[in-house]
C-alpha cells in the first residue's frame, strides 16, 4: 500500500523558476526521506528529514515537514534542466522488529523546460 | 566507494521461467533490501537481508524470494514467472549508521513475455 501521496503527479516549468511539490502521508512517521529517479533508473537519495524537525536545506532543496497535518513540502530552488526527473517520498514502517522497508508515493514527474 | 551494483540490467523471460538476480552492495553494507517498480504498482518493498537473514518481508507471493551471503551479495529469485511480474527490479543497501538511508543500484528491468 502507499504511505505517502505526492502532489501534483506532474509538474512543468521554465528553468530557473522554482517547483515545489507536496506529500501527505497516514501513519505516524520517524522521519521522511525524499528520492529522485532519473528516466527508470535506480533511485537517489536527496534528504532525509525527522519528525521532531521542521524545515531543512541541502543546496537548492528545502524540505519542510508538518506532523500535524501529516505532510511534508520538497521546494528546488533556481531549477535546471538536470533537475528533471520524478521525486518521491518515502517513509518508514516500523515493526517489532525495526525498520521495515520504505513505502514510496505515487512519486511527482518534475520537466523543466529549457 | 563503488556503489551498489546489479546483474544483470536487462532480463527477457517467459511465463513459467524462473529468474535469479543479483545485488552488490556499498562496500560495508550489510542491509540489503529489494523493490519491485511497475507503472501500476509503483515501488513496492519486497524484502530486506541483514547478515544472511531476512529481517523484513513485503506483501509479495512465496514466488519471490531472496538470500544473501556473508560477503552481503544478495540474490532474489522469482520462480514461475507470470506477465504481471515484468517490472523494474531495485536493489539497495544501507549501513548500520544510518539505516533509514538507501543506496540504489541502477535496477534489473524484467520482461516476462
Known amino acids: 500500500s502507499q504511505q505517502g501521496e505526492e502532489d501534483p503527479q506532474a509538474l512543468s516549468i521554465q528553468e530557473g523558476e522554482n517547483a515545489t511539490m507536496n506529500c501527505s502521508y497516514k501513519?505516524?512517521?520517524?522521519?521522511l526521506q525524499w528520492y529522485r529517479q532519473n528516466s527508470g533508473r535506480g533511485l537517489v537519495h536527496l534528504i532525509l528529514?525527522?519528525?521532531?524537525?521542521r524545515e531543512k536545506h541541502s543546496g537548492r532543496l528545502r524540505v519542510t515537514l508538518d506532523t500535524s497535518k501529516k505532510s511534508s513540502s520538497l521546494l528546488i530552488t533556481a531549477s535546471r534542466a538536470a533537475d528533471t526527473a520524478s521525486y518521491f517520498c518515502?517513509?518508514?514502517?516500523?515493526?517489532?522488529?525495526?525498520?521495515?522497508?520504505?513505502?514510496f508515493g505515487k512519486g511527482t514527474h518534475l520537466i523543466i523546460q529549457p | 566507494k563503488a556503489g551498489v551494483t546489479q546483474t544483470p540490467r536487462y532480463l527477457i523471460k517467459t511465463r513459467g521461467q524462473q529468474v535469479t538476480l543479483s545485488c552488490s552492495p556499498i562496500?560495508?553494507?550489510?542491509?540489503v533490501s529489494w523493490y519491485q517498480q511497475t507503472p501500476g504498482q509503483g515501488l513496492q518493498f519486497l524484502f530486506e537481508?541483514?547478515?544472511?537473514?531476512?529481517?523484513n518481508k513485503g506483501n509479495f507471493p512465496g514466488r519471490f524470494s531472496g538470500r544473501q551471503f556473508s560477503n552481503s551479495r544478495s540474490e532474489m529469485n522469482v520462480s514461475t514467472l507470470e506477465l504481471g511480474d515484468s517490472a523494474l527490479y531495485l536493489c539497495?543497501?544501507?549501513?548500520?549508521?544510518?539505516?533509514?538511508?538507501?543506496?540504489f543500484g541502477p535496477g534489473t528491468r524484467l520482461l516476462v513475455l
Open positions: 539497495a543497501s544501507s549501513s548500520l549508521d544510518i539505516r533509514e538511508t538507501q543506496y
Open positions: 501513519t505516524s512517521i520517524n522521519n
Open positions: 528529514i525527522r519528525s521532531n524537525e
Open positions: 518515502a517513509t518508514h514502517q516500523y515493526s517489532g522488529g525495526g525498520a521495515d522497508g520504505l513505502t
Open positions: 562496500s560495508g553494507h550489510r542491509s
Open positions: 537481508y541483514f547478515s544472511e537473514t531476512q529481517r
